[in-house]
Structures are given as structure tokens and as C-alpha cells.
């Protein structure tokens, strides 16, 4: 599985509470494409949103925030990472 670095944008004044239910609606349904959402963040005052997950591919990751309601503006692979 590759990961995934992927970026919402027009999203100023996201709350908490509203991350919150737009990775849940992620969760709710990231198996059937195979993909593990592993988390989110969020920028309110410039209104970007960025999700890190593991997916078959950048397409997968797209079609699960299309059918939660929130598609991603850009979707980028992350082939190395360091903790």
C-alpha cells in the first residue's frame, strides 16, 4: 500500500467538530475502496485541510471523499517518510 498526502482547499473557518465528522464519514466507508485514513488536519483561516492515508492508489483515496461529500483539490504520494 502507498501513502497519501492529500489537500482540500475553501474550507476557511472549519471547526473542530467539523473535521471531526469529515474524517468519520472518510472512516465510515475507507474499506470498501481499501484505503486507511490515518489523519487529518486543518488550517481554518487559510481553509486548507490535509488528509495522510494509505490507499491502492491516489484514485481510491478521490473516490472516497467524492462519496463522503468533500473531494480532494490535489492528492500527492508520500514514498518516504521519517517519525
Known amino acids: 500500500m502507498a501513502t ?5 482547499t ?14 468519520r464519514a ?4 475507507e474499506a470498501e475502496e ?3 485514513f490515518k489523519q487529518a488536519w486543518a488550517d ?3 481553509g486548507t485541510v490535509y488528509c495522510l492515508s494509505e490507499a491502492p492508489s491516489k484514485e ?8 463522503a461529500g468533500h473531494p480532494a483539490d490535489e492528492i ?8
Not at 481510491?60 to 462519496?67: G, K, L, N, T, W
Request: charged share 20%; hydrophobic share 40%; proline share 7%.
Open 4 to 8: 497519501y498526502m492529500d489537500v482540500h
Open 10 to 23: 475553501g474550507m476557511k473557518g472549519i471547526t473542530k467538530e467539523e473535521l471531526s465528522a469529515a474524517h
Open 26 to 29: 472518510d472512516l465510515a466507508i
Open 34 to 36: 481499501g484505503v486507511h
Open 44 to 46: 481554518p483561516e487559510a
Open 60 to 67: 481510491a483515496v478521490q473516490r472516497i471523499h467524492e462519496r
Open 76 to 83: 500527492h504520494p508520500v514514498p518516504l517518510m521519517v517519525s
